[in-house]
């Protein structure tokens, strides 16, 4: 089960880009990187999900190296509305879809 | 709004209760995920229904189950209710089954044991 680990904080200013790291060093070679944004008291939305290289979508990239064993969300010139919880998610392949959240990473954007 | 409903919103019981949790999925969406989320253990996935069927289990425990009906709703049922069971539970669901999928999570049920 592959274990992931994030930054517990980060603040960052408006305007801004932001880089979130996920480590994911049990990652199997079928397994997908998806990464999910939380406001308080409601459920995680998906911004993007990627299996190797980099994927670009209207808000966000997500790059990840040759090993794969990490992958970083970024977030460019972030807003206020911003300010969230990120999650990364590792699915696991292959029967089952064994789903390991990352520990969360609370972003804070000020002016 | 996701389009992933869930019942109720807020929960407050004792302790020794049992309770049904319920979520119906997106219009289409076959599979059915189950999370609790408290403060000192983050997400952690419990369980996972697609078409009726069970899929994935994850850090489900013994007092709590689930089903999925033949409409695809789906409902989580947890007894012996224990203090630490108070948590946010969030039901989210997907097209299908493969790892490619997206989860649309539903606003989520806030547990209270009291």
């Known amino acids: 089960l592959a274990k992931t680990t994030q930054p517990i904080s980060m603040d960052s200013y408006e305007g801004q880009e932001v880089n979130i790291t996920c480590s994911h060093n049990n990652i199997a070679t079928n397994d997908y990187i998806t990464w999910y944004q939380q406001f308080p008291s409601q459920g995680p939305r998906f911004i993007i999900q990627?299996?190797?290289t980099k994927v670009t979508n209207e808000v966000a990239s997500l790059f990840i190296p040759a090993d794969r064993k990490s992958s970083t969300l970024s977030l460019p010139r972030v807003s206020l509305s911003d300010t969230a919880v990120y999650y990364c998610l590792v699915e696991e392949a292959g029967g089952g879809n064994k789903l390991t959240f990352g520990t969360g990473t609370q972003l804070k954007v000020e002016l | 709004d996701s389009g992933v409903t869930q019942t109720p919103k807020h929960l407050i019981t004792a302790t020794g209760q049992r309770v049904t949790l319920r979520c119906s999925p997106r219009?289409?969406?076959?599979?059915v995920y189950w999370y609790q989320q408290s403060l000192d253990q983050g997400l952690q996935f419990l369980i996972q229904y697609y078409n009726g069927e069970e899929r994935a289990k994850g850090n489900i425990l013994e007092r709590f189950s689930a089903q999925q009906f033949p409409d695809l709703h789906s409902e989580l049922n947890l007894s012996s209710l224990e203090l630490g069971d108070s948590a946010l539970y969030f039901c989210?669901?997907?097209?299908?089954?493969?790892?490619?999928?997206?989860?649309?999570f539903g606003p989520g049920t806030r547990l209270l044991v009291l």
């Open positions: 989210a669901s997907s097209v299908a089954v493969s790892e490619q999928e997206t989860q649309y």
């Open positions: 219009s289409g969406d076959l599979s």
């Open positions: 990627g299996y190797k």
